[in-house]
């Protein structure tokens, strides 16, 4: 609020305060008093006026001021009503009790729709391990009763586990802070449990994999870094090269941290189209033409990565490579390296 504003607020008062003063001296100088005299009253009044406009716009500064700056230093705004004080002018104190019983009210419903969030949350992931458990005795009952089409039942119950795990780290992203532990675990362990797990699909695509100077050790959690680096590899096979397919893990070493780096030789993303791959739903020109894309996966890859102090990011050319890469930040607590003995 500038001082021109407030006073245009005050034109009303400030006219009839013109109108008695002009009254006031019309009347004096009737009954005989020396102008002088009526000078000294107009002028002690319009000074008194001035300092109390000057006193009440320094009171509704500093009030607004004050709720500026906790605005700007709280985190949920709704909550605003609860860290305010009452307004030290009169004509504001009404909207300050509605402000605090709609802040109120707003809580409340919030709160309702956070029940019905977390019972929702609650039951998806209930359903997710049940689901999971049938999944996990079909695999071992093709497993162990072997045909001709068992590699391709089980690359199919695979992927059919991936849509599910992927909806259950969906469902916890927001939580990812409650969920995980940090500790120091073995990239090569987390490389080699992926790859294993995606065994079906690579000999079936006769793809070919190298894996080279993997021997580290960083400070993460592994089950959220084997679901980033299995929806990176499930794409690499999603998206081959349909002849001599490669696959090429590795690791190299950056100023302040190593990076994991999975490259393909795969169909390739366009240019244009690179700055896009993280947002939620987006699947390209590529993804349009595979129905079974979800413009999920990446986006969950980014977001998990952001919450794990990981950098990911991905270069790409059309039908020539896609190279993704992690990049594990030296600093205390986010990540260590060294050589596995």
Known sequence: MTIKSYLKSKSGTIALNIIDLIVLSIFLLSIGNEFKVIMVIVLSWIITLLIYYFISYRKRKNYFQLIEKSILNIDKKYLLSKVLEVP????????????????????EEINKEKSKLKNYKEYIEQWI??????????????????????????????????????????????????????????????????ITRNK???????????????????????????????QIIVNAIKYRNIKDSKLKIYVEEIKNGIKLIIEDNGIGIASDELDR??????????????????????????????KLGLLIDIESEINCYTKVSITFPIGSFIMKTSVVK
């Open 277 to 306: 791959v993280f947002e939620k739903g987006f699947t390209g020109n590529v993804g349009r033409v595979n129905s079974k894309s979800t413009g999920i996966g990446l986006y969950l890859c980014k977001k998990l990565c952001d």
């Open 200 to 230: 079906q699909g690579f000999i079936l695509n006769d793809i070919d994999i190298e894996i080279e100077n993997i021997e580290r050790f960083v400070y993460c959690d592994s089950k959220w870094l084997e679901f980033i680096l299995n």
């Open 129 to 194: 391990h049940e689901v999971k458990t049938p999944i996990s005795l079909i695999k071992l009952i093709e497993e162990n009763n072997r045909t001709t089409k068992s590699s391709a039942i089980l690359m199919q119950l695979e992927e059919i586990d991936r849509y599910v795990e992927q909806a259950l780290f969906y469902a916890r992203s927001e939580d990812v802070n409650k969920d995980y532990l940090v500790k120091e675990i073995s990239l090569q362990s987390c490389v080699n449990s992926v």
């Open 88 to 107: 030290p002018f009169l004509e504001a104190e009404p909207y300050y009790y509605i402000l605090k019983k709609s802040s109120k009210s707003m809580r």
